[in-house]
């Protein structure tokens, strides 16, 4: 190594040692913010357009007083574990999705997941089926609740959620549904049918958010949280994927404080899990929203 190169390593070493320093004095010196003060760094609830959720349904969202008043289903010492199990055959990128949103919820809600192992669609008999006007097989999705998962549900169960890649419909009225849940029996089926090909490049972080999304914001339901106004949040309705596309993956202060007083989890501690999943995902407006949270 000559020296001018030699030199040129010492201060490349000596500039990386600096910057070592001033990150960990940063993360030192950060302050997380309470729940206060994240209503400062909260988007406000957008204007309802034409074809919304909101512009159809006019709910009337729910504050964090209601929620407590209304006696909300939650984590308890005797009920405090996830259950996850794939339901039908699945590709192994989809299985993948699944298996990272599974890390997802236990990080979000702060309690353990379990995944248990498969169930074959022979568990959906054939008049719970059916084949949609444009030619894709679809299951029952209010069947597979009440007569495949109802029966299943783990006594320890804080909910029970099994994922398919077969396309879903709650009722033979309805055309299609991503997802279907009996919030007070702590159990549901989504699908990802709907959610883009994960075998496709361009497309598998876009089916990874949707599947985080729809995943979370239902278990959210399940634990009493009802759709939110206040802010952009992870609990607002949706209408489309268009919608669910825009809506973000964390919470609003009110809906946070309704998961806190629901898991009791420590909000400061998932922050800080939640930023890492987000960085090491590719997510990265969720993930600058968390260091936004924690004060960096
Ligand atoms: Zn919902
Ligand atoms: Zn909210």
Known sequence: MNSARLSASIVLIFLS?????FYSDRA???????????????????????????????????TFSQYKAGRPVLATAKRKVIYVQILGRMSDSQKAVVSKTVEYLG???????QTLPPLDSSVVPISARRIHPMGQRQFNATYICEKVLLPRCPEDAAAYIAFTAEDLFPDPEWNFCFGYALYKQRVGVWSLARNGNPDDPDEVKTVLRRTLRIASHEVGHMF????????????NGVNSLEEADVTPLYLCPECLKKLNFATKVDYV????????????????????????CLGL
Do not use: D
Not at 17 to 21: E, M, Q, R, W
Not at 107 to 113: A, E, P, R
């Open 17 to 21: 040692a600096l910057s070592a320093g």
């Open 28 to 62: 030192l010196a950060a302050k997380p913010l309470t729940f206060n003060e994240l209503k400062s760094i909260a988007q406000p609830f957008p204007e309802p357009q034409p074809g919304s959720w909101q512009f159809e349904q006019k709910e009337p969202g729910q």
């Open 107 to 113: 990080v979000f809600y702060g309690l353990k997941t």
């Open 224 to 235: 009493s949280m009802r759709h939110c106004i206040a802010y952009k949040c992870n609990m």
């Open 269 to 292: 501690a998932r922050w800080r899990k939640l930023e890492k999943f987000y960085s090491e995902n590719g997510l990265e407006e969720e993930a600058l929203f968390m260091q936004k």
